[in-house]
């Protein structure tokens, strides 16, 4: 049976990787810039998640799943500030504008930044438990929107969020950068809950 709860350091290596799975390289690509001098991009992430409250990425923001006791996958989520804050645009890479531009239009929804389960656990039906998790986690922060980005490559998490209801709010072209291949757009899901 999966249960959920929050996440804490001891998840910090598996949240990491869970992280850049469902961002599809973006956050390893990030940790790059700011690794220090011979530390381990993936060292750098885990460490952010593991020890700075700050940020949204910290475990304790984290849902965890778990199946006897045995962390299976995780996500999180926050409120989208409404207004959208200015971002000056000249200082932010090209490729990161898109998805900064969607996150805009999804202004006071609450956006399923990272969602995933570890490869092993996939395919046992899990993903709708996972998703409905995300709908109560939602629902408790009080509001009535949920919405995620999602690369239209990635065809398999597309069907997926359809089956939960979510559908096509805007999209923008992928622009390519060095840590990925992917091509086609950034597509912005939502839905009503």
Not at 15 to 33: E, H
Not at 54 to 83: H, Q, R, Y
Not at 141 to 168: C, D, M, P, R, W
């Amino acid at each position: 049976m999966l249960t959920f709860r929050e996440g804490n350091p001891d998840d910090a290596t598996n949240l990491a990787l869970i992280l850049d799975t469902a961002g599809r390289r973006v956050p390893a690509y990030f940790w790059s810039q700011y690794a220090a001098q011979g530390q381990s991009f993936f060292e750098f992430g885990r460490e952010k998640i593991r020890n700075e409250p700050d940020t949204g990425s910290f475990c304790k923001n984290w849902s965890v799943g778990e199946v006897n006791s045995e962390l299976v996958g995780a996500f999180f989520g926050f409120i989208v500030e409404n207004p959208y804050p200015e971002i000056d645009y000249e200082n932010e890479p090209d490729w990161w504008i898109p998805f900064l531009e969607l996150e805009k239009i999804a202004s006071g929804s609450w956006l399923l930044q990272a969602i995933s389960i570890l490869p092993e656990h996939r395919g046992k039906g899990l993903a709708k438990e996972f998703l409905a998790k995300t709908d109560e986690v939602a629902r408790s922060e009080g509001v009535t929107n949920i919405t995620l980005q999602v690369e239209e490559i990635n065809h398999i998490a597309l069907k997926t969020y359809k089956s939960h209801g979510f559908s096509e709010i805007a999209r923008k072209k992928l622009i390519p950068f060095s840590f990925s291949d992917d091509t086609g757009d950034i597509v912005l899901m939502g839905k009503a809950i």
